[in-house]
């Protein structure tokens, strides 16, 4: 397969990434999961399995797996702003999942590759109690799709490519990080109080 043959995947994920932050619902973010998909593959027949390097998408890809062929998404997951909840937090929106989902997803996961699911998603998931915020995750994955594109030299030739490679390269010449913790500024005496307020935005 050749190079440009991949390019056209890359700009899916970053055209996909681009609806998930406006549109930021179940169907944006299924397409984006679904592009990671596609890219994988490409990626895979031409230069090996460089996104089994990225931790965040070995995580969303049982995910990914788990809407496909079990769940409805649109059953499964809660897009909801943090605006108005008094909770600081480095991205404004929460992208929520219940527990039993993530663990049905690691359950549906090939034996072979459970272990390494479960290890991603323990590691970028951010566990509230009965329910996961995905958010940072995919955040974090985009960046890293976009990072191992340029290590291939593989420039997406979308507007959408170039408008992240904008705010990359701003990010870099500026010192600041381009990857999100996920976390919350919080005192200890308040998480349990965090982790009902995320069950209940998954619930409403």
Not at 76 to 86: D, E, I, N, Q
Not at 94 to 109: E, M, P, Q
Not at 176 to 181: I, L, P
Request: aromatic share 10%; glycine share 6%; proline share 2%.
């Amino acid at each position: 397969m050749q190079q440009d043959q991949v390019t056209p995947a890359v700009d899916r994920v970053f055209r996909a990434y681009f609806q998930y932050c406006t549109a930021f619902n179940e169907d944006s973010l299924f397409q984006l999961l679904t592009a990671l998909h596609s890219l994988d593959d490409k990626l895979n027949a031409a230069h090996g399995r460089v996104m089994f390097k990225i931790p965040e998408y070995i995580a969303l890809k049982p995910l990914r797996n788990h809407f496909h062929h079990g769940a409805e998404i649109r059953n499964v997951v809660r897009f909801k702003s943090l605006a108005g909840t008094g909770v600081p937090s480095d991205l404004g929106q929460v992208c929520l999942i219940s527990s039993s989902d993530a663990r049905a997803a690691i359950d549906g996961t090939k034996e072979q590759f459970r272990a390494q699911a479960r290890d991603a998603i323990e590691a970028t998931f951010k566990c509230w109690g009965a329910v996961v915020d995905i958010n940072p995750c995919v955040f974090n994955c985009a960046v890293k799709v976009f990072e191992a594109s340029q290590a291939l030299k593989i420039a997406g030739a979308s507007a959408e490519y170039a408008q992240f490679k904008g705010q990359y390269d701003w990010e870099t010449v500026h010192g600041h990080t381009h990857y999100v913790t996920g976390t919350v500024s919080l005192h200890a005496g308040d998480i349990s109080k965090y982790a009902e307020l995320m069950a209940s935005l998954y619930q409403s």
